[in-house]
């Protein structure tokens, strides 16, 4: 059994459903809320019987270091990801390629989430029965749109976020139009994007991840 849960959620519906369906089911000092990847760090560092639940924000663009530093720092923690929604398989397979133990979606239906977290105090793992044949291999899924997002394709995003056309981001970035294109493409299945604000949502954690790693 996981007796204590780190929330790692910036969406603010993911977070408020996810926070108070955390503290129905442990006590308050078994759970611990981080706002940002410096206060990750320190809750995860030492933490043992823990499980750290991410919404698809926290980490901004690229989640691969961050999952890659806790993984280093500590492995006995296990991971999860939620979301408010129907979950995009393409960002599910990204999850589990990148070693999550679980995906839970539609948060804020019924008691998805309080069932799910209970999975989670269990360390079961778990994701949506609409993966389930992309996990089994009985639906295929392109391994190019289940990879970590790649610094190219986080530089087309940014420029998205900034409002830019294709042409513009392939001036600035000297990308070619048509790999502007294709890494677009590629991008927006990752993150399982909906609207415009998840662009901006990943740009505005994506850059205060940044600054603090400059501290």
């Given at each position: ?78 991971v999860y990801f939620v979301e408010v ?70 530089i087309v995003g940014i420029g998205l ?11 600035d970035a000297h990308i070619s139009r ?38």
């Amino acid at each position: 059994m996981l007796n204590n849960i780190i929330l790692a959620c910036s969406e603010k519906d993911t977070k408020k459903i996810t926070v108070d369906n955390a503290f129905s089911l442990y006590r308050e000092n078994q759970v611990c809320i981080c706002k940002n990847i410096s206060d990750l760090f320190k809750a995860a560092r030492y933490a043992c019987d823990t499980a750290i639940v991410f919404d698809k924000y926290f980490m901004g663009f690229i989640m691969s270091d961050t999952l890659n530093s806790l993984k280093m720092m500590n492995n006995k923690l296990s991971v999860y990801f939620v979301e408010v929604g129907e979950c995009s398989p393409f960002l599910a397979m990204r999850t589990k390629k990148l070693g999550a133990d679980g995906f839970i979606s539609g948060i804020e239906f019924d008691n998805n989430c309080k069932n799910g977290l209970l999975k989670v105090r269990e360390g079961i793992r778990t994701y949506p029965d609409a993966i389930q044949p992309y996990i089994d291999k009985k639906e295929k899924i392109d391994s190019k749109l289940i990879s970590d997002v790649t610094p190219s394709e986080k530089i087309v995003g940014i420029g998205l976020t900034l409002g830019k056309t294709q042409k513009e981001i392939s001036y600035d970035a000297h990308i070619s139009r048509q790999n502007v294109s294709l890494y677009k493409h590629r991008l927006l299945k990752k993150i399982g994007y909906r609207e415009p604000r998840d662009l901006y949502l990943l740009f505005e954690r994506s850059f205060d991840n940044f600054e603090e790693d400059q501290l």
